[in-house]
């Protein structure tokens, strides 16, 4: 099951609200459309950004997505803007290009701005590394990605929207999943808290009636 549209408004709220980060030309719309679509475009307006309505199987269940296809300005150029995205998103795929050191450098200062605006909350984040079809241009490595991976508490895949190994589809079905994760451990907190504060009302009401 692959389905995917441009989003509109519409009454179902989808399962996993996904923000696609990035430095401009670091190939954001082409993973994007490479996920949705398995085609490459080339040519992409860095200007705009697009939001994506898809279905797919996650673990053998149906999910919807909505996937945010953020524009090539950084957060510190509209700040107002980001925040709203960060709130939206449930789920972050932090992209940079293994051939840009200053698209790299970047990721370590969005996820910081994720977890500043997220408090107290923890951020669900993925660092996917692209364009591994320009290895010979290579400038960071793949420990270099790893260990900013584990030093930031993020999954890390490498992957090319030109080749579409299939990596693309890994990343953001783990990012799915442990959104999912998240999601289900919150819920259960929640109605573990309601549930433990109807006992107090409970209590406090029988000790108000055997003692009056």
């Known amino acids: ?21 990035g430095r401009m030309g670091v190939g954001k719309s082409a993973l994007v459309v490479r996920y949705l679509t398995r085609r490459f475009i080339w040519e992409y307006d860095p200007t705009l950004e697009f939001s994506y309505k898809h279905q797919t199987l996650v ?27 960060v709130r939206w998103g449930d789920g972050f795929l932090l992209v940079y290009s293994v051939t840009d050191k200053q698209s790299f450098h970047d990721v370590g ?13 923890n951020v669900t984040a ?7 079809d320009l290895n ?16 930031l508490s993020c999954g ?14 890994e990343a953001i079905e783990e990012l799915c999943r ?7 451990m919150e819920n259960r907190t929640r109605r573990r808290s309601s549930s433990q504060m109807a006992k107090q009302v409970f209590s406090r009401v029988l000790t108000k009636i055997y003692n009056s």
């Open 126 to 132: 993925v660092i996917l590394a692209n364009k591994m």
């Open 178 to 184: 442990e959104v999912r994760r998240r999601k289900m």
């Open 136 to 151: 010979h241009e290579r400038c960071i490595s793949t420990d270099e990605g790893e260990k900013l991976a584990q030093e």
């Open 59 to 85: 673990d053998d269940d149906v999910v919807s997505m909505e996937i945010l296809d953020t524009a090539g300005q950084l957060y510190g150029d509209n700040r107002r803007q980001w925040e709203g995205h």
């Open 1 to 21: 099951m692959n389905n995917h549209q441009r989003s509109a408004s519409g009454p179902k709220t989808p399962d996993v609200k996904l923000v696609v980060m």
């Open 109 to 121: 200062r969005m996820k910081e701005f994720l977890d500043e605006a997220k408090k107290p909350r």
């Open 156 to 169: 890390y895949f490498e992957g090319s929207a030109l080749l579409g190994d299939g990596v693309i589809s």
